[in-house]
């Protein structure tokens, strides 16, 4: 008898998307300590200003929006680093880079070391486990999953002031700020480096199965689309300036919501923060969902154009002393949520337009947007509020108008061609179902 000449059948692949996914969503959970800065703040104001440690009342936001800078270059340098060496050892050094940066300003109330220690140790380290979490998670799924993966992973950052925030209150309270500090660093460390070894990508070949008698559009040109491909594309600096004010307007409100929530809900001001922080996570689900039913632009448009009619509402109800909390609760939620869709539209779109080659450093160099907006405006934001008694309604009129010229720019936005069929289970997947129209 002939031996048989046939090789043996190759393994099938374990599918790990899910536990990438909520191994991300880990990380991102650690990270969001970024979105509880209102509450450092206000404990900054009251240990550091005035002090011998070089703190002036318009200086508050400073350490935050260098690390929103920081974060966003970072990106760019970690999402190469995704690319090349793997969402693993890119989330490694991430939290380390974090739980240093923490440690650093557990120990002193220098302004300056605060820069250097949040600003930038921190904002590294952001940008390093930021990075590392969405990609990965983004190989296991078909794009028809596109927008609700890209959702869920980030929703961790935006969701961490649930439970930071109560836990901030009550570590400032027992060991002050520098004491919070030196706990918050060790955690992190322990957490992210943790998590950072469930993140996997798939084998080389594998293509993620469209859903069940679903089409998928191809863009092949896309698939390897380098950063100069972007630069070169008019589409990425609008996209880019469109995110910038996105994310800008949100960060303006997000950086001070717990001082404009004092007036009202005193101590409890912190319940604020939380319910932001529910909004924030359940708008970027929800935006990632939504966009995949009826496309990215659209579900855009309706999110910068609902955060317009907030920044305007949002002016007599934070004026009142007598505002019902429930009311600054609902608007805290509301604000969330229209911000943190932004974080789950953009890397989709940076995935349907330009693929997943090269997503790390792509999504990266778009990244830059939220950093530059959150650096600029938070600033501008701080210094209005300075310079009017504590007034937050010239922001808030800032960042309707910037918003709604967002919300108009977004029909610039052409409908992607599509051109449709089924792709083949031999195929690596290309930049698929653009979902932008």
Not at 125 to 140: E, M, Q, V
Not at 222 to 237: G, Q, T, V
């Amino acid at each position: 008898m002939t031996p048989s000449t046939n090789s043996p059948e190759p393994s099938p692949v374990v599918h790990r998307g899910w536990s990438v996914t909520f191994a991300g969503l880990g990380i991102n959970l650690a990270l969001g300590v970024l979105y509880t800065w209102s509450m450092f703040k206000e404990a900054i104001k009251s240990e550091f200003v005035n002090g011998q440690s070089g703190w002036k009342a318009d200086q508050l936001n400073d350490p935050y929006a260098l690390c929103c800078l920081v974060f966003a270059f970072a990106m760019i340098i970690a999402g190469r680093c995704q690319d090349k060496l793997g969402p693993r050892l890119t989330a490694l050094i991430g939290g380390l880079l974090v739980g240093a940066g923490m440690v650093c300003i557990s120990f002193t109330s220098s302004y300056t070391v605060w820069l250097l220690g949040f600003g930038l140790l921190v904002g590294l380290g952001l940008g390093f486990g930021y990075s590392s979490a969405t990609p990965p998670a983004l190989k296991w799924f078909p794009p028809s999953k596109t927008g609700m993966i890209a959702g869920l992973v980030v929703s961790g950052f935006g969701l961490a002031p649930v439970y930071l925030a109560p836990l901030s209150k009550y570590l400032l309270t027992h060991y002050k700020l520098q004491g919070s500090m030196l706990i918050f660093g060790i955690a992190f460390t322990v957490i992210v480096c943790g998590l950072a070894q469930f993140l996997v990508n798939p084998p080389a070949g594998y293509s993620a199965a469209p859903a069940s008698g679903a089409a998928s559009a191809n863009k092949p040109a896309a698939a390897n689309a380098s950063p100069m491909d972007l630069f070169r594309s008019p589409l990425f600096y609008l996209l880019w300036f469109i995110y910038f004010i996105g994310s800008g307007a949100g960060l303006m409100v997000i950086s001070s919501i717990s001082g404009m929530a004092k007036k009202s809900m005193g101590e409890m001001a912190f319940l604020a923060v939380a319910i932001m922080a529910v909004g924030n996570a359940g708008g970027r689900i929800t935006a990632g969902t939504l966009s995949d039913k009826i496309g990215r632009r659209w579900t855009l448009f309706i999110v910068l154009a609902f955060q317009a009619a907030l920044m305007f509402a949002a002016i007599p109800i934070t004026a009142s002393k007598s505002s019902p909390a429930a009311v600054i609760v609902i608007l805290a939620a509301l604000v969330g949520a229209n911000y943190g869709a932004n974080l789950s539209l953009f890397p989709s779109m940076t995935k349907d337009l330009w693929g997943l080659k090269s997503f790390g450093i792509n999504y990266g160099i778009l990244f830059t947007a939220w950093g530059v907006g959150g650096f600029i405006l938070s600033r501008v934001q701080q210094m209005l509020t300075a310079s009017s008694a504590g007034s937050y309604q010239s922001s808030f009129i800032t960042a309707g108008v910037l918003l709604l010229i967002g919300g108009g720019l977004t029909f610039l936005i052409g409908p992607t061609h599509r051109t449709h069929h089924v792709t083949a289970a031999s195929e690596v997947p290309v930049a698929v179902d653009p979902a932008m129209d």
